[in-house]
């Protein structure tokens, strides 16, 4: 069986400023609800004998971003919640995984690009590879978690970035 948790909300603004709501909002739907939903889908798998969960996280689990503190806070513990979960479960045979893309033209990055708190040209500018990544790009990088040849692959978290993260740091 396959489970993935895919759980994203756009709050932006400046930490100083942020109403706790905004901040408890993003925690709720960005890290707990994919606690939750692995926790369900594990108690089903721990009964049919193993599974694979895939959790989405970002590049910005790595990279901060100025005014996004719930987004990349609750992104960095989905990789570490992914680490945990997959040396805890491994033993009942769940796979737990998880991508961390940078920026896809998807739905989340549209209405950021058209509330005017990001840039499509700026999301350009920052890729090593002078481009955003293709839908079908992160979509083959997730079936390969959830393939057979991934099974010896566990707490990982797989960077679809195009260099994003690792040209930051140089």
């Not at 089903?44 to 895939?54: P, R, S, W, Y």
């Not at 609750?74 to 919640?81: D, E, I, R, Y």
């Not at 995984?97 to 005017?116: W, Y």
């Amino acid at each position: 069986d396959l489970w993935i948790n895919n759980a994203g909300l756009a709050l932006h603004g400046p930490s100083e400023t942020l109403p706790i709501e905004h901040w408890q909002l993003g925690l709720n739907i960005m890290l707990s609800g994919v606690f939750y939903g692995c926790q369900s889908a594990a108690r089903l798998m721990i009964e049919q004998g193993g599974g694979k969960i895939i959790n989405v996280a970002s590049v910005n689990a790595f990279v901060s971003q100025a005014g996004r503190a719930a987004y990349c806070s609750a992104k960095a513990g989905v990789v570490s919640l992914t680490e945990v979960l997959g040396a805890e479960w491994a033993r009942y045979k769940i796979r737990v995984n998880a991508v961390a893309p940078a920026v896809f033209l998807t739905e989340l990055a549209r209405a950021s690009i058209a509330d005017g708190s990001a840039s499509l040209d700026t999301y350009v500018g920052r890729s090593p590879m002078g481009r955003l990544g293709d839908v079908p790009e992160l979509v083959e990088t997730i079936l390969f978690l959830a393939s057979d040849q991934s099974n010896y692959i566990t707490g990982q978290t797989l960077r679809v970035d195009g260099g994003w993260v690792s040209d930051h740091y140089l």
